[in-house]
Structure formats: structure tokens, C-alpha cells
Nanobody, 124 residues
Framework: QVQLVESGGGLVQAGGSLRLSCAASGRTFSTYASGWFRQAPGKEREFVASINWSGGSTFYADSVTGRFTISRDNAKNTVYLQMNSLKPEDTAVYYC?????????????????WGQGTQVTVSS
């Protein structure tokens, strides 16, 4: 059974940092692209960042470019999201996901496997 478990969320002040982790089990995702999405209350789930199977290519939403960094360790079947210079508008539940398609897709529908989410709250 495939499981994706996110961790690392929490409450942080504006300007602070958090590092999210997504540990996968039940299958190997070394040939899959991976992405992070977020969903704030009353809003649709939105794309944050993605990375190709090898970790050599990444793609970011304009709103997080220069502040967030996605990375992966295929030996650990784990994906990370380093979030710096956090803003109150970054507050949301963050989800990791894996897709068999290109890493440059931003649609949640392209991602077949999802974690349960981790809450990130940024106070002003």
C-alpha cells in the first residue's frame, strides 16, 4: 500500500523558515516527478513547486520563486520543500504528490499519489 507522509509543518513568524519532508513507502518513486501543492481555507489547491525524477530540474510558482527550494533523495524515497522568508499568505495545508508525467505540469490532476497534508501557519 502506497503511503506519502508529510512532516515539518507548524507555526512560524513572518520571515522565518520551515523545511517540509515527504516520505514515501509502498513503492519506489525514483522514476516519478514530484510536486508540492498547497490549499488555503476557501481556496482551490494550487501548485507550489515540482521536481523531475532525477532532481536535476525544478519548476516553481511565481509566488514562491526565490524563497522556496524543492529537492529529493531517491535513495530515501523522500522529497523536501525548504521554505524561507515565509509570508502570512503562505499559510495553507501543504501536500506532496507524485506524477508519472512531466514535472512541468502544474495541474493537480496530473498527480496520481498524494499525501495527507501538513499545516503551515505564518503569523504576521
Amino acid at each position: 500500500q502506497v503511503q506519502l507522509v508529510e512532516s515539518g509543518g507548524g507555526l512560524v513568524q513572518a520571515g522565518g523558515s520551515l523545511r517540509l519532508s515527504c516520505a514515501a513507502s509502498g513503492r519506489t518513486f525514483s522514476t516519478y516527478a514530484s510536486g508540492w501543492f498547497r490549499q488555503a481555507p476557501g481556496k482551490e489547491r494550487e501548485f507550489v513547486a515540482s521536481i523531475n525524477w532525477s532532481g536535476g530540474s525544478t519548476f516553481y510558482a511565481d509566488s514562491v520563486t526565490g524563497r522556496f527550494t524543492i529537492s529529493r533523495d531517491n535513495a530515501k524515497n523522500t522529497v523536501y520543500l525548504q521554505m524561507n522568508s515565509l509570508k502570512p499568505e503562505d499559510t495553507a495545508v501543504y501536500y506532496c504528490a507524485f506524477s508519472p508525467l512531466t514535472y512541468r505540469t502544474t495541474s493537480p490532476r496530473a498527480y496520481a499519489y498524494w499525501g495527507q497534508g501538513t499545516q503551515v501557519t505564518v503569523s504576521s
